[in-house]
């Protein structure tokens, strides 16, 4: 089969990384992303940024592991060449405090992020309301600065980016022979997937320039993520809310719940609300599945659901998904050099 | 009782603010005015970054590590406040970095979560072996000092532009106590060979995703005199020129190279970083900080001058117990002329 053609449907953090990993790995094939929205109108837009893993509890540990250590080595490298502020990808050091003292000793990721310690005595003075907290440095990626960088990389590679809404996969049969599925929350409506479902996000971002450490409560409720232009304050995990308008009374809540965890917010200026629907899943569905009509077979590498950790997982999840797209390839070009005898 | 402070960098102002809090309901007729030729943005200590960090060592000046020390604690009270913001104060964590172990310097139980560099954080830093991570205090002088100039305003203190010449020209004019807060320029009032300029130079430029500082130590070239970089809440300062004895406050084009380059290589990042502006400043360097009384002839009778200068590059690290010591002093001075004691009843 000459050039093989994949379509990468989604263009947010998910389908850019995958299409960027697709093209590394296979440079016979071309690429199309094919995608309804883009920078600045995605969920990735929205997100923080922050690498701290989120715990899927559908995948086995040392999977969710390796796709964190894989995208943080990926982005460390990233942050410590001349391409980091274009990329804007860079450090920032804080601490995750808990009220109440967390279950297990360490979290698994606490060996990937930088210099991982408990807080001391002095460092929880400065929490009143908690007893107990972790310090560590790790990576925060500027999202819609991240994925123009994305955008960049593949149309440098020759990867084609084109806006077009894809409302059934199968569409797609004649003009490719392989379609990767990275919709995220579009997903529920595109291939009719009962498990996934939205996980409301309401954040405020503000001008705050003399924030520098992130605060995240342990509770994963309220978080102060500072990033190159501005800080992210959150948050909300509302299940199964599709509302994408900001609501003013979330809002408040939000400044509120931040304030009392780094007072000097009090002074942030500029502020800007923004909605996102956390794609969410019991595990990210990373899988293979084959798409039959009338004896027409259609490829399908799905890599979606990756709820609130998409940033902390997706080079990752898109190595892994370029991997299956290249069976899928190798399974085809074997079918079509049987066709010929 | 007339105090007459030159001076109004953060040394100058800091002790005026110190004074007049701890004595004003003391000696209702305290009447200060600070008289200076350079206001901020002006003063040296507007050109600095703003970090609080002693020298790595305190060459047995334990009275400064002491001072160092009351004025961290002092400062972290005050980020939990209001006011935090409106003093240029907020929390930052960052990097020493050394080619070699050091021994753990004098603050490190002062900062906050002071621990040793993972081999995987040395990684960032190819060309250094050995290091710490610590959370300190960032006070931006062209914040602070405006801060400190309106909680002074507020309690009736003067200001004056003006370079005061002499001692005996301020006495003249009737202050009984003279805080001499000159910095570098202390020399022009009463000769002080031991007081040199270190010069410095400091490249500033936007680069928003630095959110640490770094700071590199060169064992053999001394202190500052290697790259630093220290992101401030505006721009972020290059830095790493320590000239001693040169008074030059002209931007040289060799400094601006040597900082450009050698803070690109510490952070290849920088490269891309948009540059903002060059400034020059003569740290006021001394062996020793000079802050004690002395009693000066003033025609025929005694006036007292309290000098506090000579903080060399660690002028904001150590202000507020510089001022309180200062205070000190000034209330031994009242003790003396039996002015603090309360007001006698009317008969």
Request: proline content about 20%; hydrophobic content about 60%; glycine content about 0%.
């Given at each position: 089969m000459a050039a093989p053609k994949v379509a990468v449907v989604g263009a947010g953090v998910i389908g850019l990384s995958t299409a960027l990993c697709i093209a590394e790995t296979c440079p016979s094939c071309s690429v199309t992303v094919l995608s309804d929205q883009f920078s600045p109108n995605t969920t990735s837009d929205v997100a923080a940024g922050m690498l701290i893993p989120h715990i899927y509890p559908g995948t086995p540990i040392h999977v969710q592991k390796q796709w964190f250590k894989e995208t943080f080595t990926y982005l460390f490298a990233i942050s410590n060449s001349a391409e980091a502020s274009e990329a804007g990808i860079h450090l920032v050091s804080g601490w995750q405090v808990f009220k109440n003292s967390p279950k297990e000793e360490l979290p698994f990721w606490s060996d990937i992020v930088l210099g991982f310690r408990v807080m001391s005595k002095a460092e929880l003075q400065k929490f009143p309301q908690h007893q107990f907290g972790h310090a560590f440095t790790t990576l925060k990626c500027n999202c819609p600065s991240y994925l123009l960088w994305l955008a960049k990389r593949l149309k440098a590679t020759g990867v084609q980016i084109y806006t077009r809404k894809v409302t059934d996969l199968w569409e797609l049969h004649s003009e490719y022979n392989v379609v990767v599925n990275c919709t995220g929350i579009g997903a529920c409506q595109l291939v009719g997937d009962e498990k996934i479902f939205p996980v409301r996000g309401q954040v405020l971002k503000v001008h705050?320039?003399?924030?520098t450490n992130f605060i995240r409560d342990g509770d994963g409720l309220t978080y102060i993520y500072p990033g190159m232009h501005n800080v992210t304050l959150g948050g909300t995990r509302e299940k199964g809310n599709w509302s994408l308008a900001p609501d003013p009374g979330t809002t408040e809540d939000i400044f509120d719940r931040c304030c009392s965890l780094e007072p000097s917010l009090r002074g942030a200026q500029d502020i800007k609300v923004k909605v996102g629907l956390r794609p969410s899943r019991q595990h990210v569905r990373l899988q293979k599945e084959v798409l039959s009509r009338g004896g027409i077979k259609l490829p399908v590498v799905h890599n979606y659901g990756h709820g609130a950790g998409g940033f902390s997982v997706h080079r990752g999840t898109a190595k892994e998904a370029a991997r299956l797209v290249g069976e899928c390839i190798a399974a085809l070009q074997g079918s079509s050099s049987r066709a010929k005898l | 009782m007339r105090v007459a402070i030159i001076g109004a960098g953060v040394i100058g102002l800091s002790t005026a603010l110190c004074i007049h809090e701890q004595y004003h309901g003391l000696v209702p007729s305290l009447e200060m005015e600070v008289y200076a030729d350079r206001y901020s943005p002006h003063t040296t200590s507007d050109g600095a970054a703003g970090l609080w960090q002693p020298y790595l060592s305190d060459h047995g000046n334990l009275q400064e590590t002491v001072w160092n020390k009351e004025t961290f604690d002092y400062l972290l009270g005050h980020l939990g406040s209001a006011a935090a913001k409106e003093m240029g104060l907020f929390l930052i964590s960052g990097y020493n970095l050394f080619t070699q172990p050091v021994p753990d310097p004098s603050w490190k139980n002062i900062v906050l979560g002071f621990r040793n560099l993972t081999p995987k954080e040395l990684e960032l830093f190819p060309g250094y072996s050995y290091g710490w991570f610590n959370t300190a205090l960032m006070l931006e002088c062209r914040t602070y000092l405006p801060w400190l100039t309106n909680r002074l305003t507020q309690r009736g203190v003067k200001f004056f532009h003006k370079k005061v010449e002499s001692f005996q020209e301020v006495f003249a004019q009737g202050a009984d106590v003279v805080i001499n807060c000159t910095g570098i320029r202390a020399g022009e009032l009463q000769p002080d060979p031991e007081l040199q300029p270190g010069r410095g130079q400091i490249i500033k430029v936007?680069?928003?995703?630095?959110?640490h500082f770094i700071i590199t130590h060169d064992i053999k070239s001394g202190i500052y005199n290697s790259p630093y970089v220290i992101p401030g809440s505006e721009f972020t300062v290059l830095g790493g020129i320590y000239q001693h004895g040169n008074w030059s406050e002209e931007n040289s084009a060799q400094d601006h190279k040597t900082i450009w380059e050698n803070c690109c290589r510490l952070l290849p990042a920088l490269q891309r970083a948009k540059i903002l502006q060059e400034w020059s400043g003569l740290r006021p360097a001394r062996?020793?900080?000079?802050?004690e009384r002395q009693t000066l002839r003033h025609g025929n009778s005694q006036a007292e001058v309290i000098h506090n200068y000579g903080h060399g590059g660690f002028g904001i690290t150590i202000h507020w117990g510089c001022a309180m010591a200062a205070a000190r002093l000034f209330g031994s001075i009242l003790q003396e002329k039996k002015l603090s004691s309360p007001p006698q009843p009317r008969l």
């Open positions: 705050a320039p003399w924030v | 936007l680069a928003p995703w630095v959110k062996p020793c900080v000079r802050l």
